[in-house]
């Protein structure tokens, strides 16, 4: 099956689909795509998105905690 047929038959489906169906199929493209590479490691080691969102989440923890230093420090 060839991917415009596909994608057809799948939009045909989601357009019939009940909320569980439909909760379903969300959850599988949400796990899909949360695995997609999207950064790299400063060791050049690939980051998944999920990854990418949590090393956000602890940026921004560490920086609501005062955990960082300025452009002074640096000098």
Not at 43 to 67: C, S, V
């Amino acid at each position: 099956m060839d991917t415009i047929v596909l994608k057809n038959r799948i939009h045909s489906f989601v357009e019939k689909a009940d909320e569980r169906i439909l909760s379903i199929v969300n959850s599988v493209f949400e796990n899909y795509y949360n695995k997609d590479i999207v950064a790299f490691y400063p060791d050049g080691k690939p980051m998944t998105r999920e990854e990418y969102k949590e090393a956000l989440l602890n940026a921004e923890k560490q920086i609501d905690e005062g955990d960082f230093l300025d452009v002074e420090e640096l000098e």
